[in-house]
């Protein structure tokens, strides 16, 4: 059982480049959502989705796009990278609303020069 | 919006002493959620508190959900090396689903 996969594990970009993080589920999980995890600042909701076709925003999304057209996949695009953007990425499934425990993949560190 | 404060954010235990961390909400906890991470790696989960006055316990650490403080308490008992890492806590949103927000984090190091 895989459970939350994340590719790639790291990446470096430039300014302006745009690429996307890739997160995959094997536990039928309806939600999913998307963290950046930064010194001092803890976890940050960046994007969340209650279920294929529906995605919603978190504390800080801009810069950041999302689309769920399946169960499996929920991918976190950035359009224009910026040294800000440079962060750990955690990507998190969950069960059914509110009563299951998030499921995290592994991370992504995304450095942006 | 709903803030998680955790404290203390760094602690140093000998290994054998028993720690608290603590974390407290700035609004109604609707569950709250306890994770540890170590270095380099995702957020494990450790136990999940949804009333009142709940109490659990896996091996040597026991969560405690203090609802009318808007609290929760981690504890560890005779802390060891393994006990070493990140802990987190997050609680959930009303009307949010599971999309949890989280506390900043305390790390822990455990002296042999």
């Known amino acids: 059982n895989a459970g939350v996969t994340q590719t790639p594990k790291f990446q470096v970009l430039k300014t302006g480049q745009s690429m996307t993080l890739q997160c995959a589920q094997d536990?039928?999980?309806?939600?999913m959502s998307w963290y950046r995890q930064d010194p001092g600042m803890g976890l940050r909701l960046i994007h969340y989705?209650?279920?294929?076709?529906?995605?919603d925003q978190g504390e800080v999304p801009n810069g950041y796009n999302v689309s769920r057209s399946t169960t499996e996949d929920f991918p976190l695009r950035l359009l224009s990278a910026a040294p800000s953007q440079t962060s750990v990425y955690f990507c998190a499934s969950s069960y059914d609303r509110g009563n299951s425990p998030l499921h995290f993949g592994n991370g992504t560190r995304l450095t942006v020069t | 919006s709903q803030e998680l404060e955790q404290s203390p954010q760094s602690l140093i235990v000998q290994e054998g002493k028993n720690l608290t961390i603590n974390c407290t909400s700035s609004?109604?906890?609707?569950?709250l959620y306890w994770y540890k991470q170590k270095y380099g790696e995702g957020l494990i989960f450790l136990m999940m508190l949804q009333k009142g006055g709940e109490e659990k316990s896996h091996e040597k650490i026991t969560a405690k959900l203090d609802e009318k403080k808007q609290q929760s308490s981690l504890h560890i008992t005779a802390s060891q090396p393994s006990h070493a890492g990140i802990y987190l806590c997050g609680a959930g949103q009303l009307g949010a689903g599971t999309a949890l927000i989280f506390g900043k984090g305390t790390t822990l190091s455990v002296s042999s």
């Open positions: 609004k109604t906890l609707y569950g």
């Open positions: 536990m039928n999980h309806e939600y």
């Open positions: 989705s209650v279920g294929a076709g529906i995605t």
